[in-house]
């Protein structure tokens, strides 16, 4: 190829930006066969961005002290600060959103079959990347000091004492206090700022990177090698990105309209009361995109220990997925496994029922719903070997495909 | 050239590594050292309260470590606390629920305290009953001076009340 002068000849020579551009953007091909549901990932990107500039914002006028932090949010920033308050509703609508962009992000890789080989990386950093997500999340929304978010910090970090042994000392260390404090408020503060978002960086390089080795998935699940994309495929830029702009512009639509005319969506009343360590608000429940993991830390209300591991393992085990699913069908798609479509729409009906039962207070019937509705989350998990085994013998009786 | 395994090169990247290790032992210590409490926070202290204020009957909060401390003054008609009650007739707990660090509220009609976070709920002694609480809740370590009771200090009526 015939190098360019300039100063991109002059970059090029020293960072090989030709090359990287290439095999980032202009000759990363995706197959045709993909829908909307695939622009999420974009989508992903662009809600981080909105969020770390309208966070940079925020940032100059919030103050991390436990006297301050509550009027520094909703005075300073809200009331003094020249569109203060956009970049506060900005900040947490997107901070929301962002896992609702996620969900589906995740439950389209789940439906497709994306998690399988050889996109076991690409499944394993964008679940390290979601749980980053939830640290993040977790440790901004203790920073306004409103009485949901101080209490959402009590009982989360209350959750590690149930460690064995160390669980107690645990909890202070955390803390850097008996209960959660300037301390607490200080380092949750320094980590939602810096370290997070900068492992978020560092992951969804990695992430992206592992989506360029392997390729991007498509609908029907059909493997395909570089040179079948490279042939029957269109390249990431500028062409997919044209689409992806579309679907932008929409995305944006619905979220400056939350924005300016449904911000209260994503806040809750009793976060506007300021922190009070000796009064416990009568219903506390996290923000809704943790309801359902929530529900299920709750619904084996009659054991403790049991509604704990329950807990864990609900926010854990979708990590595990490439390898409880061991389906030999060639084509990945559960699209065209029909057994494993059931039980995936049964688990999506699930999470949406965990996380409207997250809401509702815990007692009487509530609570063997959540308890039953618990259960069913973990039968999806159990059920994918089960199937793969039942393919398995389907595939050798020349059944399947 | 078998008994030259540990050449010179080799015993200077075994020296830094070890001297590294050294280092990084050190930084890890000082990063677990910074997280803990301050010595302020530590030197909470010792809060010293007269139990004869409480009313029959009543329930008052004291504070102390930044939590509530629930002194609950039993009526003769309200429930016997065998080995829970100090005095014969004062319920001293910490008022933070043994499941997930919630407040529970003093019910006076029902005599219960009920936490709001996961509906568990504990009798007038601090007992769990019903929900997810796994124990009881706690009792802070306590010393009895006449009619004062001081909470951080754990006097010989603690000592006896957590062997029984």
């Not at chain 1, 300021?274 to 219903?283: G, N, S």
């Not at chain 1, 089960?386 to 399947?400: C, S």
């Amino acid at each position: 190829m015939e190098k360019k002068g300039g100063f991109m000849g002059w970059l090029d020579k020293r960072l090989a930006v030709d090359s990287l551009w290439k095999v980032m953007m202009s000759e990363y091909y995706l197959p045709k066969n993909i829908n909307f549901l695939w622009s999420f990932g974009v989508l992903t990107m662009l809600v981080f961005v909105i969020l770390v500039i309208s966070g940079i914002f925020v940032l100059m006028y919030y103050k991390p002290d436990s006297h301050m932090a509550f009027d520094s949010v909703n005075k300073t920033i809200m009331m003094d600060v020249a569109y203060g308050w956009v970049f506060r509703h900005v900040h947490a609508v997107a901070a929301s959103i962002m896992f609702l962009v996620l969900f589906v992000h995740m439950g389209r890789g789940i439906y497709y079959g994306s998690y399988k080989a050889p996109r076991e990386v690409v499944w394993v950093t964008g679940f390290i990347l979601f749980v980053l997500m939830a640290a993040t999340a977790f440790t901004g929304y203790l920073l306004p000091w409103g009485q949901m978010s101080y209490w959402a910090a009590q009982t989360i970090t209350t959750l590690f004492s149930k460690i064995p042994f160390i669980g107690p000392d645990l909890v202070i260390w955390i803390r850097g206090n008996y209960i959660v404090e300037d301390a607490t408020l200080t380092r949750f503060f320094a980590l939602h700022v810096t370290l997070l978002p900068a492992l978020i960086l560092v992951f969804t390089a990695v992430h992206l990177y592992a989506v360029r080795i392997v390729g991007s998935n498509n609908e029907d699940g059909i493997p395909m090698t570089k040179e079948e994309k490279k042939e029957k495929g269109i390249p990431f830029w500028p062409v997919f990105m044209s689409k992806e702009y579309f679907v932008m512009s929409v995305f944006l639509l619905f979220f400056f309209y939350l924005v300016f005319f449904n911000y209260n969506f994503a806040m809750d009343p009793i976060n506007f009361q300021p922190a009070d360590y000796l009064q416990t608000p009568p219903h506390i429940y996290p923000e809704w995109y943790f309801l359902a993991f929530y529900e299920v830390l709750r619904g084996f209300f009659f054991s403790e220990a049991l509604g704990l591991i329950a807990f864990v393992l609900s926010m854990f085990i979708p990590l595990f997925l490439p390898w409880l699913d061991t389906s030999p069908y060639p084509y990945v798609s559960g699209k065209h496994r029909p057994m494993f479509k059931v039980i995936w729409w049964i688990f999506v009906a699930d999470f949406v029922a965990l996380t409207i039962l997250g809401k509702l207070p815990p007692t009487g019937l509530f609570a063997w719903i959540g308890f039953v509705t618990s259960i069913i989350y973990f039968i999806f998990f159990i059920a994918l070997p089960i199937i793969a085994a039942i393919e398995k013998k389907k595939v050798a009786t020349g059944g399947g495909r | 050239m078998a008994e030259e395994k540990v050449s010179r090169r080799d015993f200077l990247l075994y020296a830094m590594g070890g001297w590294a290790a050294v280092g990084l032992g050190g930084v890890l210590y000082a990063m677990y050292k910074t997280w803990e409490p301050l010595p302020e926070v530590k030197a909470a202290g010792v809060v010293k309260f007269d139990l004869s204020k409480v009313k029959p009957g009543q329930m008052k909060v004291v504070q102390w470590r930044g939590k509530p401390v629930f002194v609950l003054r039993l009526t003769p008609e309200m429930k016997k606390c065998s080995n829970r009650v100090i005095k014969n007739e004062y319920v001293v707990v910490v008022g933070i629920c043994t499941h997930l660090g919630c407040i529970p509220n003093w019910e006076p009609d029902r005599q219960i305290f009920k936490c709001p976070c996961h509906g568990g709920e504990y009798d007038a002694c601090g007992v769990n009953t019903f929900g997810p609480p796994p124990r009881p809740l706690d009792i802070p370590p306590f010393k009895i001076e006449g009619n004062t009771i001081v909470l951080g200090e754990a006097g010989p009526e603690y000592e006896k009340m957590m062997k029984g």
